[in-house]
Antibody
Framework: QVQLVQSGAEVKKPGASVKVSCKAS????????LHWVRQAPGQRLEWMGW????????KYSQKFQDRVTITRDTSANTAYMELNSLKSEDTAFYYC???????WGQGTLVTVSS | QTVVTQEPSLTVSPGGTVTLTCASS?????????PNWFQQKPGQAPRALIY???NKHSWTPARFSGSLLGGKAALTLSGVQPEDEADYYC???????????FGGGTKLTVL
């Protein structure tokens, strides 16, 4: 069965970076792109960007363009989302989702606090 | 800035019918926006319910249906169950600089 398993919760200080992983199984990794979506406490879902798993091309939301990098390792069937220059407002659950949004990771809580 | 708007909250009685809508600040929602609907319960990741306006996933209960209604995307729940109490989000595809936009979500209370 299709599964997206994300890395564990992170606590970071303002100004630091965080890198969240998303390991895919149950399908051919390079067939689908992967989205990254975040949800701050009590807030709506917010699309951050995506990566095409076959060729690694990316597209980012303008809101995060300067601070986010999405990569993938096809040998590990894993995608990564790195967010830099963290602020307290970046405290949120970060989700990966397959390109058709049919399958989602369990979410990774990133807490930014001094 | 593109904004997708949903009812903030709705209440329905068990066994009743309720329709949630999803509007775009750019104008009427059509099938070209490939509306998707998701259910999210507290502490859980979103779960996909409907894709491309009215297509159900294999796990989507029959009481959920998607449509276009008065220039908006719509999700109708018929014969609501207590376990349907959740937040519901729509998603629209726009392409261009911001390909995907989520709605603000509707908190559905079953009472």
């Amino acid at each position: 069965q299709v599964q997206l398993v994300q890395s564990g919760a992170e606590v970071k200080k303002p100004g630091a970076s965080v890198k969240v992983s998303c390991k895919a199984s149950g399908y051919t990794f390079t067939t689908y792109a992967l989205h990254w979506v975040r949800q701050a406490p009590g807030q709506r879902l917010e699309w951050m960007g995506w990566i095409k798993a076959d060729n690694g091309s990316t597209k980012y939301s303008q809101k995060f363009q300067d601070r986010v990098t999405i990569t993938r390792d096809t040998s590990a069937n894993t995608a990564y989302m790195e967010l830099n220059s963290l602020k307290s407002e970046d405290t949120a659950f970060y989700y990966c989702a397959r390109s058709d949004f049919s399958y989602w990771g369990q979410g990774t809580l990133v807490t930014v606090s001094s | 800035q593109t904004v997708v708007t949903q009812e903030p909250s709705l209440t329905v009685s068990p066994g009743g019918t309720v329709t949630l809508t999803c509007a775009s600040s750019t104008g009427a929602v059509t099938s070209d926006y490939y509306p998707n609907w998701f259910q999210q319960k507290p502490g859980q990741a979103p779960r996909a319910l409907i894709y491309s306006t009215n297509n159900k996933h294999s796990w989507t209960p029959a009481r959920f249906s998607g449509s276009l209604l008065g220039g908006k995307a719509a999700l109708t729940l018929s014969g609501v169950q207590p376990e349907d109490e959740a937040d519901y989000y729509c998603l629209l595809y726009y392409g261009g600089a911001l390909p995907v936009v989520f709605g603000g979500g509707t908190k559905l209370t079953v009472l």
